[in-house]
């Protein structure tokens, strides 16, 4: 599908949302280990009435996927190809019965009452598109599974209301809106990226509302260990990311580039610098502990969040490398902002 289209209609709100149909779309490359426990809660929607059909978008699985999809109940159909969970996507909304394309990932379990909240924030909001979150259970224990899904919380906990972003993990957007908009840029990101996120730039480019509404839930069944999480972290979504908004026009104001995050990832590398600095002894060893203090009072709300969620010891180590993060990615932007002014055009 084209990324570029005319403009999307407004969408306007519907006094009789609660009687929408909802299409579950859900893309899927060799997840046989978790397409059971994520397709049980939507095919029991179904069966209750309260989704119309659950589409799995077998996207050139080599493993038992469409297989077990089928046997489960689901409606499958083939991308065709290796298209990417974008792309896969857009197969389905073409064909999907419902006024309303609920996106989930195949690792994404949603809470018995997710379709429900789905079709309350629309009702309230009128929205084009409504996304939800996480919840604070993933049944990974290791740390950067934990660390990952709670700050993923985190912030989509913070931001709840108007949102300038989409997530396709558990997101919802009315379908005349979707395939007006041209769907997601399954060329432009042909690998599981930030195809959300940019139809979700286009989307508010258009005027059309998108809200972050918490209340639609999911566990996480995803395994992040260090390979995976840098290279998500740095070439799937921080590069990518970072060379979208140099498209723009400026950095948007929400969840993990907003202003304060900004501030946030400035004063993480002013302290690492600082460190360094007082570590060889070029400046006394009194400034990094200025710059440690301030890094401690700029992220005391996630520190507490951290602390309530799984306690002290995890919040110290989850803060400490949150702050890794913000390096690593901040000098992605950096990189990024450089190769845009180097080689205009060719982002």
Request: aromatic share 10%.
């Amino acid at each position: 599908m084209a990324s570029r289209m005319d403009p999307a209609p407004a969408a306007r709100p519907d006094p009789h949302e609660a009687g929408a149909a909802v299409s579950v779309v859900m893309p899927v490359y060799n997840g046989e280990a978790v397409l059971r426990q994520s397709l049980a809660p939507l095919l029991a929607m179904r069966r209750s009435g309260e989704v119309a059909e659950v589409i799995v978008v077998d996207d050139g699985s080599t493993d038992r996927s469409a297989t077990i999809a089928t046997d489960c109940g689901a409606r499958v159909v083939s991308s065709g190809g290796r298209l990417g969970p974008g792309g896969a996507r857009n197969v389905a909304a073409t064909t999907a019965v419902g006024d309303i394309l609920w996106f989930v990932d195949a690792d994404v379990v949603v809470h018995d009452d997710a379709a429900r909240e789905v079709l309350a924030a629309f009702a309230a909001s009128g929205a084009a598109a409504v996304f939800g979150t996480y919840d604070d259970r993933p049944p990974a224990r290791n740390f950067l599974s934990q660390y990952k899904n709670l700050v993923h919380r985190f912030y989509h906990h913070r931001e709840r209301g108007e949102a300038d972003t989409f997530w396709a993990g558990c997101g919802a957007i009315r379908k005349h809106v979707f395939l007006a908009t041209g769907g997601f840029d399954a060329q432009r990101y042909p690998y599981p990226s930030i195809e959300d996120i940019e139809l979700g730039v286009r989307l508010r480019s258009r005027g059309l509302r998108i809200v972050l509404a918490p209340e639609i839930q999911a566990t996480h069944l995803k395994i992040w260990r260090w390979r995976n999480l840098i290279h998500t972290d740095i070439a799937l979504r921080a590069l990518p990311w970072s060379r979208l908004i140099q498209s723009q026009s400026g950095l948007p104001d929400a969840l993990n580039v907003g202003v304060g995050e900004r501030l946030n990832a400035m004063l993480a590398a002013v302290f690492a610098l600082s460190a360094a600095l007082g570590a060889a002894q070029v400046v006394p060893g009194w400034i990094p502990l200025v710059f440690l203090v301030a890094v401690a009072v700029a992220n005391a709300r996630l520190f507490v969040f951290f602390r309530r969620a799984r306690g002290l010891a995890f919040a110290v180590a989850a803060v400490a490398f949150h702050q890794l993060y913000y390096l690593y990615s901040s000098t992605v932007y950096g990189l990024c902002w450089i190769e845009a002014r180097l080689k205009p055009g060719q982002r």
